[in-house]
């Protein structure tokens, strides 16, 4: 049985190793929004102002990738926030619900219990995933953010269902600010996808 563990204070090398592991996969542009940052220390320079939370995932030891909180703020005496995830190709298929799981207790512990989630449309891996660590499906939302190059719709997820209004208010929130801010070069982007596609 493989034994996941999540680590709140990863060694820098780690958090190289990941970086590097996610800039370069091939799945990158077509799972996360092409407003991700390109740069390390602008993706964690959230954490220094307190509107995102990382945690390293460790499998059998080894790591196996990260789940982060982003868009943390406060909401009904606690914190809110968004949860994402990355699995290193190696360790993808090993990976299971657990992981989430996991990661959704950590989240808590550190005192952010309303938990949201988002997955392109056309994800369904990823929304099987989010619905096995315990997400609600809400809906979905148009043209929420830039993918690839165009905006896309997302499926909206919560953790608790009680939650359900407020998560509805921070996608409608956070999808028109996407739009009236697509990526700094909307070609270089197109081009790097393209580039990706005749790789894989």
């Known amino acids: ?17 990941l970086w590097d592991h996610l800039v370069n996969d091939p799945i990158r542009h077509g799972t996360y929004m092409d407003t991700m940052p390109d740069d390390k220390h602008a993706f964690l320079e959230p954490i220094h102002r307190g509107t995102m939370h990382l945690w390293i995932v460790l499998l059998d030891g080894q790591l196996a990738g990260a789940s982060w909180v982003h868009d943390i703020q406060p909401y009904n005496g606690a914190k809110s926030g968004w949860m994402a995830s990355y699995y290193l190709p190696s360790a993808r298929r090993k990976m299971s619900q657990q992981a989430l799981i996991a990661a959704n207790q950590a989240a808590m512990d550190a005192g952010i219990r309303h ?7 056309s994800n369904f891996i990823a929304q099987r995933f989010a619905e096995g660590g315990g997400y609600q499906r809400l809906g979905i939302v148009e043209d929420f953010g830039w993918f690839e190059g165009k905006l896309d719709a997302l499926t909206l997820f919560t953790l608790n269902p009680e939650d359900a209004l407020e998560a509805w208010r921070q996608a409608e929130a956070r999808a028109a600010f996407h739009r009236m801010n697509p ?10 996808v393209d580039q990706a596609h005749r790789e894989i």
């Open 183 to 192: 990526p700094a070069d909307i070609q270089t982007v197109v081009g790097i």
């Open 115 to 121: 938990l949201f989630a988002g997955a392109r449309h």
């Open 1 to 17: 049985m493989n034994v996941i563990k999540l680590n709140s204070r990863p060694a820098s090398h780690q958090i190289d190793r």
